[in-house]
Each structure stands twice: as C-alpha cells, then as structure tokens.
C-alpha cells in the first residue's frame, strides 16, 4: 500500500507538471497576433493532428517493445524543442516544424502513460479501481491547468506579447524528464526479444481484437470523435473572452488591449481548469448516479452535443458572457467523461496491447481532429464563430446516433 502511494503521488505529479503548458489559454491568441487567420490555425493544427495520425500506432509499437519509460522521455524531448521554435520565430511556414515535433510529443505520451497506469494496478490487484483512481490523477492534471493559466495571465501582462509563455513551459517538462527516470522499470511493461518482423505481428493482433469486437470499436471510434471535437473547439474560448475583455468597462482603466486580455483570460482559465480539477474526481460518482458505463457515456455525449448549440445561439445573439459560459463547460463533461473511456476501454483490451490500441483511439481522435479544425477554421473566417460551434453541434448529434454505445 505505502507503493501504490507512492505510485499515485508520482503519477499525479507527472500529471501536473504534464499540464503546466502556460502558452495553452493563449494558443489561439498567439497565432491570431502572429497574423495568422482561423482557416490558417486550422491547418496548422490539422496538420499537428496529421503527424500524430502517422506517429501514434508506431509510437505505441516503440512503448510496447521497448519500453514506456523510454518512450515518454522522448515526449518531453519533442515538446522542449517544439516550444524553443515557437519562442525563438514566427509565421506560418515556421510554426509547422514546431507544431510536427508537438506532434511527436503527443504521440509519443498518449496512451503510453495510460499503459503504466493499468499496468501497475494490474500489478497491485487493482485493477478494479481504474475509474477513480485515473479520475484523481487527472485531476492532478487540471490542478496544474489552472496554476498555469493564471501564471500565464501575469506573464503576459508583464510582456506584453505571447511568445514568453513557450520559453516558461519548457521548466516543467524538463522537470517531467527528470520524473520519468525515477519510474520503476516494471512499468515498461513485458519487454521479451523481439525481432523487427514481431512488430507487424504485434500491430495484426492488437487490430483483430479491436475489428472482430465491434463494440470495443464502436467505442474507441465515439471517443475519439468527441475528443477530437472538444480538443478543436475548446481553443475557441479565448479569442471569445478577448472580445469580452475588449467591452469590459471594469477593465477598461488598463491601458493595452492585450494586457486586459492577459488578465481575464488567466482568470477565466484558472477557474475552467480549477472547475475540471473537480469534476475529474466525480467521474466514478456520475456513473454510479447515472447507472453504467455505457448510459454514463451516452449522457455526455449528447450533453456536449447541446452545449455545442447554446454556445452558437448565444453567440449569435451577442450575448458573449453566457456563450463562454457554455463552452466553460465543455471543460467540465470532457473530464468527467474522459476517466470513463479509460476505465471503460481499460476493462476490455490486453494488458500487453494496452499501448498500442490507445493509441489506436488517439490516431482516430487524430483522424476527426485533423477534419475538424480547418472546417471549424473555413466557418469561423466565413461566417463567425457562431457559424462554426453550429456546424459543430449538427455533426456531434450525427454522431452520437450513429455511435450510440449499447448497454450490453
């Protein structure tokens, strides 16, 4: 017990070192002063969700086979060197080897710290416990969000400009590094000789069992359309907020635009992340209240759907504060639901393919992302943002019918 402890602290810590990403409240903001329009941000995030598509099941292969600790350090690797670009240069054709090795960092992260995760429940006859247990380490991980988005605000407002909060993030990856050394080598998972000709072997299986169950398939496809949803639309609420911050009279006694901005977007952050610190640990209470798994998870879904259109309504109607109200919560839903994949997909793959098959879920999640962003981006320059949480909220009730999960 003293191990899992332990364990549980470390996991948690890599969580919130993992989300002390101080340029993220201000990402769209940053491109938008760069002089980059919506249709162009949304290429340059299709083509980071491009890159993840191509680098998540090799990505996952490496953890699988050669170790997760390894795999993860690369991560930090790729996010350092992706920021440093950021900070040091500027324009689109110079964003897109910045936003390729962010990529590699995602791909090389996600699913794999996942893997360690189960992989020491498994380990400590836990295995039952996935939900809240992965619901505490994410909240870790929002804690860390919200501390970073008010320290953000005050870098901000100090300089003036955008590009500093890159150079402050690389610390607490560099710090991440550090952690992953301390993992204890269990974690790495089974680790047998394997020849290069394995890995196809290795991919064949990991996909037969995804493809002859179609309602593990169902689910990982659902998952990642939602996440690719909110992962596109959630950056939308910043340029929002500056249009608050801009017609704000209470702020009106500071002297830039960008320094007013600084400072509600910070606040606005610190309590959306602080609101997702909470509900993160409500995730195993919402689906004992709601009754299952499967019920839990439709519930979400179709409530993301709904906040999709309030969001575009009051959007229309100029009614800004309840329009960032709406997609506050998307915040809220994405980190009660997401513990629930986790435990829900955590329960139905093989320990020894856990890797590669969240992975699975995270190259799809790529797939929608990589459609998503540069339609959203094409509706926003068009037609508004209005426009485009519309045309989101059409497509998610589409897609919450069609990949309805099924209770048994």
């Excluded at 953890?63 to 350090?73: E, F, K, Q, S, V």
């Excluded at 790729?78 to 995602?106: C, D, H, V, W």
């Excluded at 429940?121 to 809240?132: H, I, P, Q, R, S």
């Excluded at 485009?388 to 999960?405: K, T």
Aim: aromatic fraction near 14%; hydrophobic fraction near 55%.
């Amino acid at each position: 017990m003293q191990d899992d402890r332990r364990m549980l602290l470390k996991f948690s810590t890599y969580g919130f070192l993992k989300n002390l990403r101080f340029f993220e409240p201000f990402l769209y903001l940053f491109f938008l002063a760069s002089g980059l329009s919506y249709l162009e941000i949304g290429t340059l995030i299709s083509i980071r969700e491009i890159s993840v598509l191509l680098l998540e099941i090799p990505t996952g292969i490496v953890a699988d086979l050669t170790g997760r600790r390894r795999a993860m350090i690369a991560a930090f690797g790729a996010y350092i060197t992706s920021f440093s670009i950021f900070y040091l240069f500027s324009g689109f054709t110079l964003f897109i080897p910045a936003m390729l090795l962010f990529a590699a960092g995602e791909a090389f992260r996600s699913g794999t710290h996942k893997a360690m995760i189960m992989t020491h429940l498994d380990a400590e006859n836990m295995a039952d416990k996935k939900v809240a247990y992965y619901g505490i380490t994410r909240s870790a991980s929002r804690l860390g969000s919200a501390i970073s988005a008010l320290l953000a605000g005050i870098l901000v407002y100090l300089w003036q400009g955008y590009n500093v909060i890159f150079a402050v993030s690389v610390i607490p990856y560099l710090l991440g590094m550090a952690l992953m050394l301390t993992y204890p080598r269990e974690l790495d998972g089974d680790l047998p000789e394997r020849r290069l000709a394995d890995l196809w072997s290795h991919v064949s299986d990991s996909f037969r069992q995804l493809i002859r169950r179609p309602g593990l398939l169902r689910m990982v496809v659902n998952a990642a359309i939602y996440d690719g949803f909110f992962k596109i639309s959630k950056d939308y609420l910043s340029p929002m907020v500056e249009l608050f911050a801009v017609s704000l009279p209470a702020l009106l006694f500071i002297e830039t635009a960008t320094q007013r901005t600084a400072i509600l977007v910070g606040v606005v952050y610190f309590f959306v992340y602080l609101n997702s610190f909470v509900s993160s640990r409500k995730s195993a209470a919402v689906m004992h209240r709601v009754g299952n798994l499967p019920r839990a998870l439709n519930l979400l879904f179709f409530t993301f759907a709904g906040l999709f259109l309030a969001a575009a309504l009051f959007l229309y109607v100029d009614v800004l504060l309840l329009s960032i109200a709406a997609v506050f919560f998307f915040f809220s839903l994405y980190n009660l639901r997401k513990p629930l994949v986790v435990g829900y997909l955590g329960d139905r793959i093989a320990p020894q393919q856990r890797a590669t098959l969240l992975s699975t879920h995270n190259q799809l999640r790529s797939v929608a992302g990589m459609v998503i962003a540069p339609v959203l981006g094409f509706f926003a320059d068009r037609y508004g943002i209005s426009a485009a949480f519309a045309a989101g909220c059409v497509l998610l009730f589409i897609a919450g019918a069609v990949l309805f999960i099924k209770e048994n």
